[in-house]
């Protein structure tokens, strides 16, 4: 977001450019007769994030302040002392997220449990499609969540794991894979003594397994 605002009455021009999580306002002074100038973000003190150069140009950084509509004013006192403000209202979008899942390596007939994991601050809901079954859990503080399916056959199963998003972050998406082995199947070959046990493991199975 982009915009554009000049007050000629008190020469300010006021510049907003907000992506994310990083934005900054430039105003457009006049440094020759610029005694004081204050800011104030929603009526708190936020001189500690203005900055003014040479050319007389002031810049508000508005790195980390949460998304939603904020009240920012630019009070401004030339050497003569008089005084002039300026108030506008500044909307900063939702972060972007990120979210990821891994599972580890079942058997068929086993649950399949998925760790889901964000940022701590990722407050909400994840949920897991496997082979259009979808699976919803609440993220922990420590923005992870645990999801168990049930019934999955042999086979690699790709999975899209989602974070729904919050108040402050976007929702976000990720793939992650999932391998289920194929069963290990006893049979039993007679009867009495002479009865034999016979388990067959999948092709590829090893001691480990």
């Known amino acids: 977001m ?6 000629e009455w008190v020469n300010i021009c006021i510049v ?3 992506f994310g999580l990083f934005g900054y306002i430039w105003s457009k002074i006049n440094k020759h007769n610029i005694y004081t ?3 104030t973000i929603d009526g708190k003190d936020a001189n500690d994030r203005l900055t003014i ?6 810049k508000i950084n508005l790195t980390g302040i949460e998304p939603g509509e904020h009240n920012i004013t630019i009070k401004y ?17 939702k972060w972007s ?25 990722m407050q909400g809901e994840v949920k897991v499609v496997i082979n259009g079954t979808g699976y919803i859990a ?22 899209v794991v989602t974070y729904l998003g919050s108040d402050k972050y976007e ?6 894979k999932l391998t289920v082995q194929a069963p290990i199947t006893v049979e039993v070959n007679g009867t009495g003594n002479g009865s034999e046990v016979v388990v067959k493991f999948p092709e590829g199975t090893t001691k480990d397994q």
Request: aromatic share 4%; glycine share 6%.
């Open 2 to 7: 982009i915009e554009d605002i000049c007050y």
């Open 16 to 18: 907003i450019a907000i």
């Open 37 to 39: 100038l204050n800011v």
């Open 53 to 58: 150069d040479e050319n007389g140009t002031a």
């Open 77 to 93: 006192t030339d050497k003569d002392g008089t005084v002039s403000w300026v108030n506008t209202t500044v909307n900063v979008p």
């Open 97 to 121: 997220s990120a979210v990821n899942a891994t599972a580890a390596t079942i058997r068929e007939g086993d649950p399949a449990v998925i760790k889901v994991k964000v940022s701590p601050d």
């Open 138 to 159: 609440e993220v922990d503080e420590n923005g992870e969540a645990t999801i168990t399916a049930y019934g999955l056959k042999a086979g690699n199963h790709t999975a």
């Open 171 to 176: 929702p976000s998406n990720a793939t992650f």
